[in-house]
């Protein structure tokens, strides 16, 4: 078994042994109650063809998806499974057609049937008002879509692409919105602005946003799915001001009962939080991947444009140290991330990267070959300039800060001078980082997927090294226009070894929260993207 399918294995399989979930001893779920969870940052409104309403909060997108059932949901292993369509079709040959088959049951909670128009509706709604914004993606690469009949809908793309799986992230009620400015809607609550009633197609309906403390999803009576929610109420409390919930919040929200359920991204609470009473704490995989981007191109150390170099820093680096360092309070199996091309809960994951671990003296060897010379602090000369680096990362966050000082300290001992610098995330990357001015620089990408062309592609967007192998390249072109997700990802695991090679990052690791709740809680079991992934199904034990 690849480390990584093991890695995953465990952490679902942890996920399932405390939730509850499974098994010979499984308990019937019982119906009622409120779960209250928080305190997490809150969006700014509820509208998602608005895109600052998300403003990169995630709990506007853990919310929509519990209210517009999307037509497909991803699992905890990052696989696609169908719920508002009951098949996808598409051809192999041009013009590349996908045909969606909406399930024949699917309806809004007024009783009006999920359709076609409301798919060909929602398309239009999104050329439209998102036009200008990045969250327009693969519709701007629609030639055509239509409404064969109530429950069948045909779009015609541009050219084969596999962003067609991301199409239909939410659907809107065509019959509730036709004619509303769309802009206006939705501003603190999802419902028809003809009628002022909630509406929905999925488990939860918004029942009220009390902003500045909380919002109230309640079970939707009228749901289509295998059963309607257990729970009457999922309450979902906010932080004031905060991109992420402040310890000392978390701990006394949950000591003083103020909340059932909470979310931390600090590991160092764990401790604390295993001694309130009544509480499981488990870590629940992110979907960040954490790295560090060595520089490349213009703006960068001169001895990073050589890979014997960059190869001696990955040789440099004892990234299982620094995991357990940093993670091993949770759960002492964690590993590092060995793939720059999928998270380790990925069922594609191949530990590419896994040759590179900690062997200071081949570091010393490599940078011996690239024509390093130590000098007489210790630190290596390359090309008549000290290998002193400025390792950046953002100001304030403590693992990373962790995580640069046992580099710096790792590095060391193979004669690199690690130089910490810290910045604010706005100048890091509105300005640093599209600058180049960096040797090398941990932060995070939020990976929905894959990592791609756009990261590792020569030219890309999001290619801040100014690493270009035309071979890469190519196979992430190529990985783009296939449709089968098996396919795919062999082409990207080979991109991914050649990356490898060349060392223009150093993978880190899949960035962990920890999640606590009560025991009474149950059938908890939290996907990376979304930790209401399967809220429907959670209940309490009374």
């Given at each position: 078994m690849a480390r990584g399918v093991a890695l995953t294995a465990a952490i679902v399989g942890s996920l399932l042994a405390v939730s509850g979930a499974g098994g010979a001893g499984a308990q019937t779920p019982q119906r009622g109650g409120t779960v209250v969870f928080g305190p997490i940052s809150a969006p700014r409104c509820l509208n998602p063809l608005v895109f600052t309403c998300g403003d990169a909060i995630p709990s506007l997108f853990w919310i929509i998806d519990k209210v517009l059932t999307p037509t497909f949901t991803v699992a905890p292993d990052f696989t696609l499974k169908p719920t508002l369509v009951s098949g996808v079709t598409y051809t192999k040959q041009p013009p590349f057609t996908v045909t969606y088959h909406i399930r024949p049951e699917a309806r809004w909670s007024d009783g009006v049937p999920v359709t076609g128009q409301d798919f060909v509706f929602t398309h239009n709604a999104i050329r439209r008002q998102l036009a200008a914004d990045p969250g327009l993606g693969i519709?701007?690469?629609?030639?055509?879509?239509?409404?064969?009949?109530?429950?069948?809908?045909?779009?015609?793309?541009?050219?084969?692409?596999?962003?067609?799986?991301?199409?239909?992230?939410?659907?809107?009620?065509?019959?509730?919105?036709?004619?509303?400015?769309?802009?206006?809607?939705?501003?603190?609550?999802?419902?028809?602005?003809?009628?002022?009633?909630?509406?929905?197609?999925?488990?939860?309906?918004?029942?009220?946003?009390?902003?500045?403390?909380?919002?109230?999803?309640?079970?939707?009576?009228?749901?289509?799915?295998?059963?309607?929610?257990?729970?009457?109420?999922?309450?979902?409390?906010?932080?004031?001001?905060?991109?992420?919930?402040?310890?000392?919040?978390?701990?006394?929200?949950?000591?003083?009962?103020?909340?059932?359920?909470?979310?931390?991204?600090?590991?160092?609470?764990?401790?604390?939080?295993?001694?309130?009473?009544?509480?499981?704490?488990?870590?629940?995989?992110?979907?960040?991947?954490?790295?560090?981007?060595?520089?490349?191109?213009?703006?960068?150390?001169?001895?990073?444009?050589?890979?014997?170099?960059?190869?001696?820093?990955?040789?440099?680096?004892?990234?299982?140290?620094?995991?357990?360092?940093?993670?091993?309070?949770?759960?002492?199996?964690?590993?590092?991330?060995?793939?720059?091309?999928?998270?380790?809960?990925?069922?594609?994951?191949?530990?590419?990267?896994?040759?590179?671990?900690?062997?200071?003296?081949?570091?010393?060897?490599?940078?011996?070959?690239?024509?390093?010379?130590?000098?007489?602090?210790?630190?290596?000369?390359?090309?008549?300039?000290?290998?002193?680096l400025r390792f950046l990362t953002i100001a304030g966050g403590r693992l990373r800060e962790r995580g640069l000082e046992l580099m710096q300290s790792q590095l060391r001992q193979v004669g690199v001078e690690v130089r910490p610098a810290f910045a604010t995330g706005a100048a890091l990357f509105g300005q640093i980082i599209p600058r180049g001015e960096f040797d090398a620089v941990s932060f995070v990408f939020f990976v929905t997927d894959h990592l791609g062309k756009d990261v590792f592609g020569c030219g890309g967007p999001q290619n801040f090294t100014g690493y270009c192998q035309r071979l890469v390249t190519s196979d992430l072109d190529q990985a783009d226009r296939i449709l089968a997700a098996d396919q795919q990802a062999r082409v990207l695991n080979r991109a991914d070894r050649q990356i490898a090679k060349d060392v223009p990052v150093i993978p880190l690791y899949q960035v962990p929260f920890v999640l606590a709740y009560r025991t009474t809680v149950r059938n908890v079991v939290p996907a990376p993207n979304n930790l209401f992934w399967n809220a429907e199904n959670w209940w309490l034990e009374r």
């Amino acid at each position: 078994m690849a480390r990584g399918v093991a890695l995953t294995a465990a952490i679902v399989g942890s996920l399932l042994a405390v939730s509850g979930a499974g098994g010979a001893g499984a308990q019937t779920p019982q119906r009622g109650g409120t779960v209250v969870f928080g305190p997490i940052s809150a969006p700014r409104c509820l509208n998602p063809l608005v895109f600052t309403c998300g403003d990169a909060i995630p709990s506007l997108f853990w919310i929509i998806d519990k209210v517009l059932t999307p037509t497909f949901t991803v699992a905890p292993d990052f696989t696609l499974k169908p719920t508002l369509v009951s098949g996808v079709t598409y051809t192999k040959q041009p013009p590349f057609t996908v045909t969606y088959h909406i399930r024949p049951e699917a309806r809004w909670s007024d009783g009006v049937p999920v359709t076609g128009q409301d798919f060909v509706f929602t398309h239009n709604a999104i050329r439209r008002q998102l036009a200008a914004d990045p969250g327009l993606g693969i519709h701007a690469r629609v030639r055509s879509i239509r409404a064969l009949d109530a429950k069948t809908v045909r779009v015609v793309l541009r050219a084969r692409d596999a962003g067609w799986r991301s199409l239909f992230g939410i659907v809107l009620p065509r019959h509730a919105l036709v004619g509303e400015n769309l802009r206006r809607i939705w501003t603190d609550r999802i419902d028809n602005p003809k009628t002022g009633r909630p509406i929905g197609s999925g488990p939860f309906l918004v029942e009220r946003w009390e902003r500045g403390k909380q919002l109230t999803l309640v079970r939707n009576p009228r749901y289509w799915g295998p059963h309607s929610s257990y729970l009457d109420r999922l309450v979902i409390r906010f932080c004031q001001a905060c991109t992420a919930p402040p310890p000392a919040e978390v701990l006394a929200a949950l000591r003083q009962g103020d909340v059932d359920f909470a979310l931390s991204r600090d590991t160092g609470i764990v401790p604390e939080l295993r001694r309130i009473s009544g509480t499981r704490v488990l870590p629940t995989p992110s979907t960040g991947w954490e790295h560090l981007a060595l520089r490349i191109g213009p703006g960068g150390h001169p001895a990073l444009r050589s890979k014997l170099v960059r190869r001696a820093l990955a040789y440099g680096i004892d990234r299982v140290a620094i995991v357990r360092q940093l993670f091993g309070v949770i759960d002492p199996r964690y590993q590092p991330s060995d793939s720059a091309a999928f998270l380790n809960t990925s069922r594609y994951y191949r530990p590419s990267w896994s040759g590179y671990r900690y062997r200071p003296d081949l570091a010393r060897r490599l940078l011996e070959q690239a024509g390093c010379r130590r000098g007489g602090d210790g630190i290596y000369v390359c090309a008549g300039e000290r290998l002193s680096l400025r390792f950046l990362t953002i100001a304030g966050g403590r693992l990373r800060e962790r995580g640069l000082e046992l580099m710096q300290s790792q590095l060391r001992q193979v004669g690199v001078e690690v130089r910490p610098a810290f910045a604010t995330g706005a100048a890091l990357f509105g300005q640093i980082i599209p600058r180049g001015e960096f040797d090398a620089v941990s932060f995070v990408f939020f990976v929905t997927d894959h990592l791609g062309k756009d990261v590792f592609g020569c030219g890309g967007p999001q290619n801040f090294t100014g690493y270009c192998q035309r071979l890469v390249t190519s196979d992430l072109d190529q990985a783009d226009r296939i449709l089968a997700a098996d396919q795919q990802a062999r082409v990207l695991n080979r991109a991914d070894r050649q990356i490898a090679k060349d060392v223009p990052v150093i993978p880190l690791y899949q960035v962990p929260f920890v999640l606590a709740y009560r025991t009474t809680v149950r059938n908890v079991v939290p996907a990376p993207n979304n930790l209401f992934w399967n809220a429907e199904n959670w209940w309490l034990e009374r």
